[in-house]
């Protein structure tokens, strides 16, 4: 493989995936997971999984001409949250309407979630009206029983 001189292609696939209509949750979730859990959780990871073996990969991207020739090589999942600092990794989904809509988004949430679990990724996911919710002990204690983990929630404002 060609070691590309110009990642424009990089930098293009990273600044778009900025532009996300949920970013207030994931800020959100970033701050409580921080707080109630200890867990520090990234928006800006990518997930790269073999192709043939399905397990998770360390990819340097650079090495790679185009988008194109490193999906022919990888499956792709952009998390919408990483927490690395947890035993297994956990991926955070935090999804829409959007991935119910039709059977191809379907068909590629579902692929996502077999990738996941196939690379030894816990996955956390929410809908985006769990994150919504207006009482925020409520999002915390349906986080902490979908992690397996104990909070302690208190009424002080956030």
């Not at 778009?16 to 994931?26: A, V």
């Not at 579902?110 to 996955?123: D, F, L, S, V």
């Amino acid at each position: 493989m060609k070691y590309m001189k110009n990642l424009a292609w990089i930098h293009r696939d990273r600044r778009e995936r900025y532009n996300d209509y949920d970013i207030d949750e994931k800020f959100r979730m970033v701050y409580l997971l921080k707080k109630y859990f200890g867990l520090t959780a990234v928006t800006d990871e990518v997930l790269f999984f073999d192709r043939t073996t399905h397990l998770r990969v360390h990819v340097d991207q650079s090495k790679y001409e185009s988008k194109q020739e490193l999906v022919r090589h990888y499956y792709v999942h952009y998390p919408d949250l990483l927490i690395k600092n947890h035993k297994p990794v956990i991926a955070v989904e935090i999804d829409g309407d959007v991935h119910w809509q039709n059977t191809k988004a379907l068909k590629q949430t579902n692929k996502r979630n077999e990738h996941y679990e196939a690379g030894g990724i816990k996955m956390l996911w929410l809908t985006k009206n769990d994150v919504l919710v207006k009482d925020q002990s409520d999002l915390i204690l349906n986080v902490a029983g979908k992690l397996g983990m104990s909070v302690r929630v208190t009424n002080d404002s956030d």
